[in-house]
């Protein structure tokens, strides 16, 4: 199996990058849901590589930061067409700070981009938006757990709570009320319980069209995407 690149694991079959990068893309998003779903979760950028890699069933032979970033924007671009917040506030980096990816959604949405301690606080407010879309766990008098957060070691398919540095975890007074619903939630970076949906294969037998990387919408070649009306690279 090639050592570099992207490769389908299943096949050992070489992807061309636009197509493997939708697709990782696509897992990404998969990832990021499942943790908005989860009050208080985030995601370290290597769960979410590694996450990404499982779901998507691509081996990718690059650096994380060569790879991640473009994805990411991509889940912006489809973040923003869909009216929702910030997924990429959930993702953090080694010093438990957004990712250089939330600044984009920012610049997407038209909104201004901010640093230091605005920055920590605009994605703490993203986040907590998130968790009011998507989870069902929040509390009505939830507030904004403003970082930069803590990250310690992380085991594989394990939550990793938004707790802010120099902080005392919030007590888990909720753990038993939300029992119920966080066995049938995926764990963020696992895979979901839904039955796995059928696999297009081979990839050297392609259909004659393309994956937009604004919609992730297949569309036949040409200099514009006919779903969303966004250029094709």
Known sequence: MARAGYVRVATGVNLERDQA???LAKACRDVLLDAASSHETIVTVKQLADAAQSRSGIRV???V????GEALTMVAHVGQRLGEPALTSLVVGPDGS?????DESLRIAGLPVVSGEARE???A???LECYRRFA???PEDAEPVVGPLVVGPVRSGQRVKATRAGSARRPEARAASRAGGASARTEAGGRSAKPARPRRDPDENRAPFVV???CFLQTPPGDECQNCGAPLR
């Open 125 to 127: 407010a993203a986040r």
């Open 98 to 102: 957004p990712v250089a990816a939330y």
């Open 65 to 68: 930061d060569a790879w991640l």
């Open 21 to 23: 990068q939708v697709e």
């Open 61 to 63: 032979g690059r650096p």
């Open 136 to 138: 069902d766990d929040v």
């Open 212 to 214: 937009c990387s604004s």
């Open 121 to 123: 606080r605009q994605a």
